[in-house]
C-alpha cells in the first residue's frame, strides 16, 4: 500500500492464523535479509581477493544467480501480510465500509489466482530440472562453477504457496468485513490517514530522543 499500515490483532481463530503465518514469513524476510548480507560480503571478499591477490571468488557470478531468488521472493508474503508493496490507491483511499471491503476482496482475489498460476508454473519450471538420477539431482547447472540451479528454483513456488496463504487468509478478513459491515477487520492491513502517519513518526523520533538523552 501507499502509506503506512497497521495489521489489528485479537483472540480470534482468523487472527491466530494471521499470527502463525506471519511468524514464518518473519523468518523467510529474515533468510532474505541474510541473503542480501551475503551478496555485500560476497562483493567485498571477491573484490580484495581480485584487487589484493589476484584470487577472486572462483563463480562469484553463478554464486550470486543462485543468492537473488532468496532476496527476490522471500520476503514478498511479508511485506503483503503488513501492506507494504507499493500500489495506487487513489481510488480505493477514497471508500470506506462494505464498498472500501468489497473493492479490496476483488483486488485480493484477482492476485490470488494470479499467484495459483505463478505457483504451478515455477513449480513445472523446477520440475524440469529437478531429477532424482542426475548427478546433484539437476539436470542444469551455472555456466562457471556447475552450480545446480534446482534449488534456486524450488524458492519460487515455496514463496509464492505462502503468498497464496496469505491471500486466503485476507479474503477471509475482508470477507467477514463486508458479511458483518465491521470498521476495522483483524489479520488486513489497515492503511493509516496522513495524519496518523505523522504522529507515529513523530512519536516514533520523539522516543528515540529519549533514548539517546537517557543513554547520555
Not at 573484490?47 to 577472486?56: Q, Y
Not at 505463478?118 to 556447475?146: C, E, K, Q
Request: no cysteine; proline share 5%.
Amino acid at each position: 500500500m501507499a502509506g503506512s499500515s497497521s495489521v489489528l490483532e485479537n483472540d480470534g481463530l482468523l487472527s491466530r492464523l494471521d499470527r502463525s503465518l506471519h511468524r514464518l514469513e518473519g523468518w523467510l524476510a529474515l533468510v532474505s535479509g541474510l541473503a542480501v548480507f551475503a551478496i555485500m560480503a560476497f562483493a567485498v571478499i571477491s573484490v580484495t581477493g581480485r584487487n589484493g591477490f589476484n584470487a577472486p571468488i572462483p563463480g562469484y557470478v553463478d554464486w550470486i544467480e543462485q543468492l537473488m531468488p532468496l532476496i527476490a521472493f522471500m520476503g514478498v508474503a511479508y511485506a503483503q501480510r503488513d501492506g507494504t508493496h507499493i500500489r495506487m490507491d487513489i481510488l480505493i483511499g477514497q471508500l470506506k465500509g462494505r464498498p472500501l471491503w468489497i473493492a479490496e476482496f476483488i483486488t485480493t482475489l484477482a492476485a490470488l489466482l494470479l499467484m495459483i498460476l505463478l505457483v504451478w508454473g515455477s513449480w513445472s519450471h523446477f520440475d524440469r530440472s529437478f531429477d532424482f538420477n542426475a548427478p546433484n539431482w539437476s539436470r542444469d547447472s551455472s555456466i562457471d562453477i556447475g552450480l545446480p540451479i534446482w534449488p534456486a528454483k524450488l524458492l519460487a513456488p515455496v514463496a509464492f504457496s505462502v503468498l497464496v496463504v496469505r491471500f486466503l487468509i485476507q479474503l477471509w478478513a475482508y470477507a467477514r468485513a463486508m458479511i458483518y459491515g465491521q470498521s476495522e477487520p483483524v489479520a488486513v492491513p489497515m492503511i493509516k490517514s496522513v495524519a496518523q502517519q505523522a504522529a507515529d513518526e513523530a512519536q516514533a523520533l520523539q522516543g528515540k530522543d529519549v533514548v539517546v538523552s537517557e543513554q547520555r
